[in-house]
């Protein structure tokens, strides 16, 4: 009798141990879920309920709609203890299933960085309250940025307004903080991240104009540090370098390029891409007209109007700093791989601490596809005048 005892005690002791070690594992929550409990992975971010999402964001409301983001439709939610979120319906996107996209919530969870916007949580929902329903839809939940995005400071909105111009000291540190959260994405974490689609709409301004890289739907981890060869090229047009748009190479001077023409975005305030230029028949794109203009001697052409204008803000404006801002700008954007710096080095070229090397010519690449009215192709335009560029050479 004592043996059947001592056997009962050793098997539920064994039980609980089991349990627990299952249980902390993969964050069980049976009480959500009634008698069947789900397993979740332990993410380290918030795992939040549909409901809870629902009543934030009161049922996914038109009035609550931000925009479209990367792969998903963005919602401003507020949730029961009055915190502010942006809720982020995923519609389509690389994950294969629900196992690699809480893969991808890990690795998101665990970036920290001031540049960075925050991931609170996740959402996966399925039919049968299964996370592993092949059917589920999933949600990522992001800190709310009270000041919009980038795009909204620097263009029209489709209504034809435009707020403020950005001054010269809010520029400058937007322009160090999406390098820095960069540098960190490349450089602070193991392997690195290519975010894939840098571009001012993906660049939240919060509550102070501080500047936070945001949408990490497309971002990639290297392997090892190498570059990356993909099938399926990510991103958007302007953006986009010549390497990873032609022959999906993706590296790290891939997000140097997109960075270079966000930089000229925010020095000239103009659009990275136009295809209703009056100027020429053909797109216009910032980097060809803004590395024209440095070329023929007249880089204060190139800067933003309300930088160089009139009265107060050309008296407290440094034109040699902001004329340094747009040949950082203007190398991070170049067709050669090789000559464009890493983002460490345009940081240091940014902040004075290395000279700017002198800009180099931008060669036309061979068969680079013409941009046509319906936006499904692009081009550089005609504004290049360098060598031919032979294929292969812009990969080195």
Known sequence: MSFLLGLYFWWDKKGRKETDRFGSAFDLDPEEFGSRPRTRPNTGSIWFKINDLAKATDNFSQKNFIGRGGFGVVYKGNLADGTMVAVKRIIESDFQGNDEFCN?????????????????????????????????????????MPNGNLDDHLFCSENGIRKQPLTWPQRKSIILDVAKGLAYLHYGVKPAIY?????????????????????????KQSREGQSHLTTRVAGTHGYLAPEYALYGQLTEKSDVYSFGVVVLEIMCGRK??????????RAFLITDWAWSLVKAGKIEEVLDASLVGDGESASSNPKSIMERFVLVGILCAHVMVALRPTILDAVKMLEGDIEVPAIPDRPMPLGHPSFSGDGNTFSISPALSGPKLQAGDMLR
């Open 195 to 219: 975010h894939r689609d840098i571009k001012a709409t993906n660049i939240l301004l919060d509550a102070d104009m501080r500047a936070r890289v945001a949408d990490f739907g497309l971002a």
């Open 104 to 144: 991808e919530v890990e690795i998101i969870s665990n970036l920290k960085h001031r540049n960075l916007v925050p991931l609170r949580g996740c959402c996966v929902t399925g039919e049968d309250g299964d996370y592993e329903e092949r059917e589920s839809q999933r949600y990522l939940v992001y800190d709310y």
């Open 272 to 281: 990275a891409l136009d295809l209703s230029s009056s100027v020429s028949p």
